[in-house]
């Protein structure tokens, strides 16, 4: 097999597997999206993923998604940015993707906003990360701070607030995943009932290769998935 053919091959497998954890969960596939996570490999994976029906593509590192975002095209597919972003590429990041992920403080949204203003950039789609890990998993706002967070959201109005993003500790068995991927369920359906989330936002950007299907049984929207696409990382 061509690594086209082999690319194509493991999207549809795991198409189908969404499809069978959505049917378990007594879910719509419509309302998940699948992410491929490109960070690390090479331009032309991409253009394997685009081939084999991808619509979006992830990268964690602004560095090194600006030239594959040029090569590939702009509006060739929706970019996210799934990696911890560093303020000093915030002008970059908002250039470069559709949603990014891992917003995690006030000073970030308000630089992000301020920059969107000067970029000419309308709307920014963001999610909030949340370490639900503690200790084991380091990026992300902690729970307790995420009320001082969504009020920042008043004061930022280029910035639109699409849900939540985890990144839980690595587990080898897929369950390892579950209780976190359900405290973010539950954390978006509080903030729903509070009013932070309207019927179109409260998106849950949660499950990785290892766990996609254990977190679409817990409701994840957005699915991130590299190495069951893309093949190991090297
Ligand atoms: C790398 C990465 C992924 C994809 O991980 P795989 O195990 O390769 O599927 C998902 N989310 C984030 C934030 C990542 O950095």
Known sequence: MTVA????????????RVAQ?????GRSTDEISLVAISKTYPTEFLR????????DL???????AEPKVLEVGRMAVRWHLVGHLQENKARRAINLFDLIHSLDSVSLAQRLNRLCVSEGREQL?????INLGGEETKTGIAPDGLSTLLDAFATCPRL?????MTLPPYFQDPEGGRPYFKRLRELR????????????SGALSMGMSNDF??????????IRVGTAIFGQRG
């Open 213 to 222: 299907e254990v977190a679409i049984e817990e409701g994840a929207t957005i």
């Open 189 to 200: 359906d509080r903030l729903k009932t509070e009013g932070r989330f309207d019927d179109r």
């Open 5 to 16: 053919e082999d690319l194509r091959t493991r999207v549809d497998s795991i198409r189908r």
């Open 125 to 129: 789609p963001v999610l909030v990360q």
């Open 160 to 164: 639109r607030l699409d849900g939540l």
């Open 48 to 55: 394997n993923a685009i081939d084999a029906g991808v619509t």
């Open 21 to 25: 954890a959505a049917a378990r969960a």
């Open 58 to 64: 992830g990268e964690n590192r602004v560095q090194e």
